[in-house]
């Protein structure tokens, strides 16, 4: 879930199980695509250059991605949420050998995405056509390395896929030093993102959160990056690749994140979960 960025005038619009679907090309950049669902954008794609990451979100993703193991190693990844691929695509490219599977419930979306941004030619990469909770509990245990959140019903998380029971079930999946990595999108004072931090927190042993300074600071509606994992995280490489890079965002982890997630409890099965919606000029709307 991002802003609207730039694109050509004339969208092409889809049919999709989740309603409707739009693909814009970016007038500025040879192979650009943007991904809409329900009008909020949910990935950019760039066909000629898989490594382009677009979203300021994405980049503090693909640098977690960057800074775990040796570089340019295979790992095992699975993607909960499936879009346009962008992530899948760029460790297919960053890390080539690795195997990785996207879980997607939306046939149709699947379809377009085969037709429209191919994936056929990603070595390594499997589509599955399966909701968040019943495409994880169908792997085996430690089966991979990284286990990517990032799944929207169009602007909101779907809250089954935020509780402490599922992440439970994710951590099951990785291996010893595998991650779980969860995009969340919130606003005023973060009151949904201290949770889902607090979720991980109560499940990984070493957590951190990345975000635009303005955004954890609860200013304004936006993307924050939640890793945790049994083992250490890079927070050194980390820190400085969010301090430095194109996307400057801050990293809290320790006493820092403790205090960011304090009051707010674990999220739960069983309990009314309403995920934030953000406000319409979030996306250009009025």
């Given amino acids: 879930m991002a802003r609207k960025g ?5 969208p092409n619009t889809y049919r999709i199980d989740g309603g409707e679907a739009e693909l814009l090309r970016d007038a500025d950049r040879d192979g650009g695509w943007m991904l809409l669902v329900g009008g909020v954008p949910q990935s950019y794609v760039n066909l000629s250059d898989p490594t382009y990451l677009d979203f300021e979100y994405m980049r503090l993703m693909g640098d977690v991605v960057d800074s775990l193991g040796v570089d340019g190693q295979a790992f095992d990844a699975v993607h909960i949420g499936g879009a346009g691929c962008t992530l899948p695509r760029y460790i297919a490219a960053t890390r080539p050998g690795s195997r990785q599977i996207v879980l997607e419930p939306d046939a149709e979306l699947v379809r377009l995405v085969r037709e429209q941004l191919p994936v056929k030619g990603i070595p390594g990469l499997r589509i599955r056509v399966a909701d968040g909770r019943t495409g994880i509990a169908a792997l ?28 439970l079930d994710a951590a099951r999946v990785l291996r010893p030093r595998g991650v779980y990595m969860v995009n969340v999108a919130d606003g005023f004072r973060l009151p949904f993102a201290r949770r889902v931090a607090a979720t991980v927190r109560s499940v990984f042993r070493h957590t951190l959160l990345m975000g635009d300074p303005g955004v954890l600071r609860g200013r304004r509606f936006g993307n924050l990056i939640v890793a945790g994992s049994r083992e250490p995280l890079p927070v050194a490489d980390l820190t400085r690749r969010a301090a430095g890079g194109i996307v400057r965002a ?14 707010a409890a674990p999220l739960r099965d069983g309990e009314e979960i309403v995920a934030p919606v953000p406000p319409p000029q979030v996306f250009g709307r009025s």
């Fill in 6 to 10: 730039r694109h050509g005038p004339r």
């Fill in 250 to 263: 801050r990293l809290l982890e320790g006493g820092d994140l403790a205090a960011f997630c304090a009051g």
């Fill in 140 to 167: 085996a245990d430690e089966a991979d390395d990284l286990v990517v959140m990032d799944a929207f019903a169009e602007a909101s998380m779907p809250p089954e896929l935020a509780t402490r029971e599922f992440v």
